[in-house]
């Protein structure tokens, strides 16, 4: 098992910037991609970002690439997910997850075994 808790969302203005964590606790954290994934309500959950199990891997949504960096510290159990230049388009839930797989496993939502209870970010324009 491995538990999963984000924090870090709020209420931000058109423009601004949030930087959501995630903190594991469980199984060995780095035999893992991590992911964020967002969801609205009426909507299905969508990928956001992932990274690799060391790190080297990172790959965005088209949406988000050029303003979300995601990163992780293996020493400290925990991704973030940087989020620059954000737009009201960006309000959601945001969820981190966990996923033992690997490649095209990492861009959707069933190739993860763990997520957290989710954080919302909301942004206003």
């Known amino acids: 098992q491995v538990q999963l808790v984000e924090s870090g969302g709020g209420l931000v203005q058109a423009g601004g910037s949030l930087r959501l964590s995630c903190a594991a606790s469980?199984?060995?954290?780095?035999?893992?991609?991590m992911g964020w994934f967002r969801q609205v309500p009426g909507k299905e959950r969508e990928f956001v970002a992932v990274?690799?199990?060391?790190?080297?891997?990172?790959y965005y949504a088209e949406s988000v690439k050029g303003r979300f960096t995601i990163s992780r510290v293996n020493a400290k159990n925990t991704v973030y997910l940087q989020m620059n230049s954000l737009k009201p388009e960006d309000t959601a839930v945001y969820y981190c997850?966990?996923?033992?797989?690997?490649?095209?496993?990492?861009?959707?939502?069933?190739?993860?075994?763990?997520w957290g209870q989710g954080t919302q970010v909301t942004v206003s324009s």
């Open positions: 990274i690799g199990w060391s790190g080297g891997s990172r």
């Open positions: 469980g199984r060995t954290f780095s035999n893992y991609g």
């Open positions: 997850a966990a996923s033992p797989g690997s490649g095209a496993a990492w861009l959707g939502s069933w190739g993860y075994d763990y």
